[in-house]
Nanobody, 121 residues
Framework: QVQVVESGGGLVQPGGSLRLSCAAS????????WEWYRQAPGKERELVAD???????KYADSVKGRFTNSRDGAKNMAYLQMNSLKPEDTAVYFC???????????????WGQGTQVTVSS
């Protein structure tokens, strides 16, 4: 099985930046993609960014041009750099590692614990 630990987040003023990190651990696995979600109060969880093992990145329109996700395959880590933050970016952010065993017979999505991002003056 794979476990994911998330870090970063906090309180930032509008226009500021934050960086979220996620680290996956376990044995005999590979990560196919990293995904970043957020959930604001009273709203459904939404996918904001993802990055494949080949480095292809996608972003929700609401964060395009402001957020950048990256990954370090050797360290099994992923990062979400968030710039030009707006109050509407306030949410709990979750990362997820889409993983599979080396044999390919076991697959799953391992979630980070979530971290609060608050954008407010």
């Amino acid at each position: 099985q794979v476990q994911v630990v998330e870090s970063g987040g906090g309180l930032v003023q509008p226009g500021g930046s934050l960086r979220l990190s996620c680290a996956a651990s376990g044995s005999s696995f590979r990560i196919g993609a990293w995904e970043w979600y957020r959930q604001a109060p009273g709203k459904e969880r939404e996918l904001v960014a993802d990055i494949t093992s080949g480095g292809t990145m996608k972003y929700a329109d609401s964060v395009k041009g402001r957020f950048t996700n990256s990954r370090d395959g050797a360290k099994n880590m992923a990062y979400l750099q968030m710039n030009s933050l707006k109050p509407e970016d306030t949410a709990v952010y979750f990362c997820a590692a889409v993983w599979s065993s080396y044999s390919g017979d076991v697959q799953g999505r391992a979630w980070g614990q979530g971290t609060q991002v608050t954008v407010s003056s």
